[in-house]
């Protein structure tokens, strides 16, 4: 039979693992899935006739390079900073690599000994990065090869909870990894282009620079600017474009809310607090604000960051219970970002009975016979429950079918990439639409890019 190992048995790993075991018998595959915690990569597999679970710690040299050196194809669920050891195995011992990671500079140094030894690297192939690339590409592609000329794309993607889940004021519940959601934007000025200009939004103006979009069926929501968009104008040929964005979606309100943990510097993940394992929810909020005999930490707070008592705002920020005196932070040493973690999660984790939603929405501007054009399509999967969540879909179903793939020989070209040729992304959108995830597209006015006028 062919070996598949899977490293890491994650939240995203659910559907990988069962599209592998349900094609197992047909595809003569036996699965292998390795995880430091080797009751997470049991539960998944079940008592499952083609797969086994082995306890693998990443960082043991020996125990991972048998299973690399045992395995027909290596896919890497772990955290994208410890891809690049498994991958040096996988040139080491000629195996082919699928994550859904960004591509780091240390993975990029293996594309040419990957293309020398006729390995695929396939990275980028989850949700975002992933199904965001290959629906994007068979656009950009039918645009291209009608005649058109891309001068505008915009695309955002958003992880958020199912309306029939949407039980809090904030409108939404980690659907992801919650460090991750607490960190966002920080690290770097988001760079995009506007109408042939440069523009940057600096982390601290990043939640409050907003724009609108409108999906059918689910209402309204709002983006913020990812980190880089430019570094896709290369990736995606884009020679001459005009507009580049890239954003992430949430419910309308959210952003004008997080935008006060960022003013308070609640987002630092910088330096720890001291006797933070001690401190009360309350105590921890008060750290930030300025020093009164007389007034409450609720007034001090509501004048900071002057917010009237009937704004809805103040209505999110209570509902999270950070006032708490009775709730303890109870880590030590930790980081103002880690506490909110903590604070959040009390709140914000899927229930066994919640379902997640991801929601797409791509914006493709294009020139044709001197007028312009606009399409606009859309994505909408729903979990279905904490397990089986639209998350771990619309990442391990892409992983999966990759993985396959590339074993029977339908993905050829060798090297470190990104899945955005047609090679790789027409015969995986196509089955995608066998379990629920395709696009809906649109034709509407061309608008060029107005909604955050900077």
Same mark, same amino acid.
């Given at each position: 039979? @062919? ?42 597999? $079940? ?31 772990? %955290? ?19 994550? !859904? ?7 990029? *140094?293996?594309?040419?000994?990957? =293309? ?13 990065? $992933? ?17 058109? *000329? ?12 199912? %309306? ?95 935008? +006060? ?11 720890? =607090? ?7 929810? @309350?105590?921890?909020?008060? !750290? ?13 707070? @509501?004048?900071?960051?002057? +917010? ?34 903590? =604070? ?10 919640? *379902?997640?939603? +991801? ?12 007028? @312009? ?8 999967? +729903? ?31 060798? $090297? ?31 608008? $060029? ?6």
């Amino acid at each position: 039979m @062919r070996k598949i190992l899977v490293i890491g048995s994650g939240k995203s790993a659910s559907y990988l693992i069962k599209y592998l075991l349900d094609k197992s018998d047909s595809e003569n595959l036996h699965i292998i899935v390795g995880d430091i915690k080797l009751s997470n990569a049991k539960k998944l597999i $079940g008592d499952h006739r083609n797969a086994n679970a082995i306890a693998l710690d990443v960082f043991d040299a020996s125990s991972r390079e048998k299973a690399v050196q045992n395995a027909d194809i290596v896919v890497s669920m772990l %955290p994208a900073r410890f891809h690049i050891e498994v991958a040096k195995d996988c040139i080491t011992f000629g195996k082919h690599m699928v994550t !859904a990671s960004y591509v780091s500079e240390e993975m990029l *140094k293996l594309n040419k000994p990957a =293309i020398q030894k006729g390995l695929v690297f396939m990275n980028e192939i989850g949700v975002d990065p $992933g199904i965001d690339h290959m629906s994007a590409m068979q656009v950009i592609d039918r645009i291209r090869d009608n005649g058109g *000329k891309i001068i505008l794309f915009e695309s955002f993607t958003g992880g958020l909870v199912a %309306p029939e889940s949407d039980n809090n004021l904030w409108n939404y519940k980690f659907t992801w990894n919650p460090r991750n959601v607490v960190l966002a934007g920080q690290g770097s000025a988001a760079k995009f282009l506007q109408e042939k200009s440069y523009k940057y939004i600096p982390y601290n103006r990043l939640f409050r620079r907003t724009e609108f979009l409108e999906v059918d069926g689910y209402g309204r929501f709002e983006a913020y600017a990812n980190r880089d968009s430019l570094k896709y104008q290369t990736a995606y040929g884009f020679k001459d474009i005009h507009t580049l964005y890239r954003g992430t979606m949430r419910r309308v309100g959210f952003s004008r809310a997080w935008n +006060i943990f960022v003013l308070l510097g609640m987002t630092d993940d910088s330096y720890v =607090i001291e006797d933070s394992e001690n401190m009360s929810y @309350r105590d921890y909020v008060n !750290a930030f604000l300025p020093y009164s005999p007389t007034d409450s930490v609720e007034l001090k707070f @509501r004048h900071a960051l002057k +917010i009237d008592q009937d704004d809805i705002v103040w209505d999110k920020l209570e509902e999270l219970d950070i006032f708490s005196e009775t709730k303890m932070v109870e880590l030590q040493r930790a980081t103002p970002a880690q506490i909110l973690q903590k =604070i959040l999660m009390d709140s914000w984790t899927l229930s066994s009975e919640d *379902k997640d939603m +991801i929601v797409m929405y791509h914006k493709f501007g294009y020139e044709k016979d001197g007028k @312009r054009y606009q399409i606009d399509a859309t994505m909408v999967t +729903i979990g279905e429950d904490e397990t089986y969540t639209a998350m771990a879909k619309t990442v391990g179903l892409p992983v999966a079918m990759a993985t396959l793939d590339i074993l029977n020989g339908k993905i050829k070209t060798p $090297g470190v990439q990104i899945p955005i040729s047609k090679e790789v992304y027409e015969p995986i959108l196509e089955e995608l639409k066998d379990y629920g995830i395709q696009f809906t597209e649109k034709e509407v006015p061309y608008l $060029g890019y107005n909604p955050l006028n900077a």
